[in-house]
């Protein structure tokens, strides 16, 4: 078990390393649904299933299809068009392609490798969950939210047009 977690940690970190220098937004959304397919890898093997299928319905699903629709509605002119048409080639698809067969194989053996093996499912109540996350992990809830507070300042000062008139901003 623990060679098999080691192994979807050096592909979520490698895949997330890919989404970092990708120059196309196309390739780093490629590299991105990997890496979200492995962190949701590492929460079944850790045994957290439900966590994991959230992880695919919500991030690997409606969040990719949403970044994928901004980029569409981006549409860049010509340059783009070219950039679409390179998405066919199969030199693009190698990477992302190893990483997630290197993972559905991780996943076939997770599944596999006993049979008889059912996830221990317990019952957990909204508020054993709020007192958990404002008790002993309140640090990692702060934490959390700042970092995504600076994730939002950075992108208003990143996507704001500049104002050339000399107006407050």
Do not use: C
């Not at 010509?78 to 998405?87: F, M, Y």
């Amino acid at each position: 078990m623990n060679i098999t977690f080691y192994l979807t940690a050096v592909v979520a970190v490698i895949s997330t390393f890919m989404v970092i220098t990708r120059r196309n937004a196309v390739h780093a959304l490629l590299y991105l649904v990997v890496s979200l397919l492995s962190v949701a890898l590492i929460f079944l093997i850790l045994g957290a299933p439900f966590i994991a299928a959230l992880e695919v319905i919500i991030y690997a699903g409606a969040i990719m299809v949403l970044f994928v629709f901004v980029i569409m509605m981006l549409n860049l002119g010509p340059q783009s068009v070219a950039q679409e048409g390179q998405l066919l080639s199969p030199g693009i698809w190698v990477g992302p392609v190893i990483l997630t067969a290197l993972l559905s194989g991780e996943l076939l053996y997770v599944l596999l490798r006993t049979p008889g093996r059912v996830f221990n499912i317990t019952t957990v109540s909204p508020k054993l969950v709020g007192m958990a996350l404002m008790g002993p992990y309140v640090l990692g809830v702060e934490l959390a939210s700042m970092l995504l507070l600076a994730g939002l300042v950075g992108a208003y000062h990143l996507g704001r047009k500049d104002r050339s008139d000399g107006g407050a901003s």
